[in-house]
């Protein structure tokens, strides 16, 4: 499909001599990348207001540090420097471009002293992350991740999560897709042991979706994490003075991945025909006046 949509001029690959850094969507396509993200910010408003905020391409190294990112993960970020200026060397390890999305969130509301039932926040930007695996056209060093973030009491945090999860999911069923869902675990709540990863699985702290890769087999294009007080203790959002503290979750969508995974199941890999499936479903549950 990737070389069909490059030889009619709707794509374009970038991509170093052995790695795939990401891809640049041209007219229709792009168009359909557009829809897709919009309508996505549509449907999970509905039942609860977000409010959206903008991320930059880099972030500090502190913020990843204060959730013990490194340890768990060193592989994977991108450092910045400025070129050929040896004196300024140590910035490489203050910048970073952005692995995730829902960081820019809990980091512009990092020190804030206040309880709240329930906010809902919602931003999209260029994530960056090493992927030693070669070949796969869903491994993007750089890619879009549309993110919901959720913080407030636990009840309300892990209920309206996973309402706009599965709300995002009826909207793509009813355009048409094969969507399934699968608990799966994250090695930031916990150690990385097969036990942990079990527990996890149980308790639904982690749930994705797949669809059909156009590389063949299933990938996942969309998650929901409990993040439980991590996030919100590591940054100090709430009340010091409430002996409960604050919960947070995210529903999380890599759009590109989305997108091609989508267009894959239209006949003739159609951007057109993705955008009316994509529009006919959102129509439905809005004349149903239901959230999705």
């Given at each position: 499909m990737i070389d069909i949509l490059c030889e009619r001029g709707e794509l374009a690959v970038v991509a170093s001599s052995n790695n795939l850094i990401g891809y640049c969507f041209i007219g229709k396509l792009h168009e359909a990348f557009a829809l897709l993200d919009d309508l996505l910010v549509k449907v999970l408003s509905r039942s609860n207001p977000m409010l959206p905020h903008s991320c930059t391409p880099l972030t500090q190294r502190s913020v990843l540090e204060r959730i013990g990112f490194f340890e768990k993960l060193p592989s994977i970020p991108f450092h910045v420097a400025p070129h050929q200026l040896p004196e300024q060397e140590h910035v490489c390890d203050q910048w970073l471009l952005s692995p995730s999305t829902c960081y820019h969130t809990f980091a512009l509301l990092s020190g804030r002293k206040e309880q709240w039932p329930l906010q809902c926040f919602t931003a999209i930007s260029t994530c960056h992350r090493f992927e030693p695996e070669s070949g796969n056209p869903m491994r993007m060093a750089s890619f879009s991740m549309r993110e919901f973030i959720y913080i407030g009491n636990r009840e309300s945090?892990?209920?309206?999560?996973?309402?706009?999860?599965?709300?995002?999911?009826?909207?793509?069923?009813?355009?048409?897709?094969?969507?399934?869902?699968?608990?799966?675990?994250?090695?930031?709540?916990?150690?990385?042991?097969?036990?942990?990863?079990?527990?996890?699985?149980?308790?639904?702290?982690?749930?994705?979706?797949?669809?059909?890769?156009?590389?063949?087999?299933?990938?996942?294009?969309?998650?929901?994490?409990?993040?439980?007080?991590?996030?919100?203790?590591?940054?100090e959002i709430g009340d010091p003075a409430q002996q409960v503290k604050m919960h947070s979750a995210c529903v999380a969508f890599g759009v590109e991945r989305l997108l091609l995974s989508l267009l894959a199941a239209t006949e003739g890999y159609d951007p057109l025909r993705l955008m009316e499936m994509l529009r006919s479903s959102a129509k439905h549950f809005e004349s149903a006046g239901e959230p999705a």
């Open positions: 945090v892990e209920r309206e999560s996973e309402a706009a999860f599965q709300y995002a999911v009826k909207f793509l069923r009813h355009a048409g897709f094969d969507i399934d869902l699968e608990a799966a675990s994250d090695i930031f709540y916990g150690e990385d042991s097969a036990a942990t990863r079990k527990v996890q699985k149980a308790r639904g702290i982690k749930i994705e979706a797949l669809t059909k890769s156009p590389a063949g087999g299933r990938v996942s294009v969309a998650s929901r994490n409990f993040h439980r007080d991590l996030f919100t203790s590591a940054f």
